[in-house]
Nanobody, 119 residues
Framework: VQLQASGGGLVQAGGSLRLSCALS????????MGWYRQAPGKQRELVAV???????NYADSVKGRFTISRDNAKNTIHLQMNSLKPEDTAVYYC??????????????WGQGTLVTVSS
């Protein structure tokens, strides 16, 4: 399983960026896909997740600003980030989460893409 993230970059506060994550396999193989981020000196945190049933969940800090979406035909998820703030600066990681028939959880990670928001 490979996840290829793209779309990071430098943007001014208030601006927008769109991240994409392409999965090498079928998106339906996974129970959920999402985005996490890790800022310098901080732990990795969940940003947004979309489930196989296309339910979504967001961190409180990004609700109303970020939108996660999925393109099932292209095995891709996106994260539209609007009204960006300097505190959104982090490396963003794409994640694919699987629970197998034995109830064992597995996580697969993309390489990370850097988002820098200047004030």
């Amino acid at each position: 399983v490979q996840l290829q993230a793209s779309g990071g970059g430098l943007v001014q506060a208030g601006g927008s960026l769109r991240l994409s994550c392409a999965l090498s396999g079928s998106i339906f193989s996974f129970n959920a896909m999402g985005w996490y981020r890790q800022a310098p000196g901080k732990q990795r945190e969940l940003v947004a997740v979309t489930t196989r049933g296309e339910r979504t969940n967001y961190a409180d800090s990004v609700k109303g600003r970020f939108t996660i979406s999925r393109d099932n035909a292209k095995n891709t998820i996106h994260l539209q980030m609007n009204s960006l703030k300097p505190e959104d600066t982090a490396v963003y990681y794409c994640n694919a989460h699987l629970v197998n028939s034995l109830g064992i959880h597995s996580d697969y990670w993309g390489q990370g893409t850097l988002v820098t928001v200047s004030s």
